[in-house]
């Protein structure tokens, strides 16, 4: 399942570079809008928080959180420099 | 690598097409295709009608097998 690169949250300089490399860009505006506007704030994202931003698609919600998650493992395991 | 379960799916429906969008858009394994509607097909930029009602058949056939596996 390693079929995303080894990014971690630091790896990513703007909310908008991160929803761009996976592919989910057009979701940049609400997030902003919504005072997701960096990095820190993404990683706090619940799954109810994308169904209230209207994110409905289950196939983008599974995208967003499970890239959230591995940049949250990442960071545990150490592997991106804070 | 084994082959995406997806590709495998959407081949045997003949519309192995549309893999590389399912995936891209997080449509990755087949519990989460089971959920798939028509706002699911317009996101991946499935538009011909005949391959909206082929795939919304699979998907039928995917909540069935699920029935029958729990009954």
């Known amino acids: 399942l390693a079929e995303h690169g080894p990014l971690g949250t630091g790896a990513y300089r703007s ?6 490399a996976i592919k ?3 979701y940049t505006e609400i997030f902003m809008e919504n005072g997701y506007s960096s990095m820190d704030a993404v990683a ?3 799954l109810e928080d994308l169904r209230r931003l209207g994110v409905t698609l289950v196939g983008h919600q599974k995208k967003i959180m499970n890239s959230l998650q591995e940049m949250k493992v990442q960071l545990v395991n150490g ?3 804070l | 690598m084994c082959t995406n379960i997806v590709y495998e799916w959407l081949k045997a429906l003949q519309l192995s ?3 590389e969008s399912f995936v891209d858009n997080g449509y990755d394994d087949l519990e989460v295709c089971k959920q798939i509607g028509d706002p699911d ?7 011909a009608p ?3 009602r082929r795939i919304h058949d699979a998907v039928r056939r995917l909540r069935e097998q699920d029935a029958n596996a729990a009954g």
């Open chain 1, 79 to 81: 592997m991106v420099p």
């Open chain 2, 50 to 52: 005949q391959h909206r």
């Open chain 2, 17 to 19: 097409q549309y893999a």
């Open chain 1, 15 to 20: 909310v908008g570079e991160w929803l761009e």
């Open chain 1, 44 to 46: 706090q994202v619940t």
């Open chain 1, 24 to 26: 989910m860009g057009r």
């Open chain 2, 41 to 47: 097909l317009d996101a991946i930029g499935v538009l």
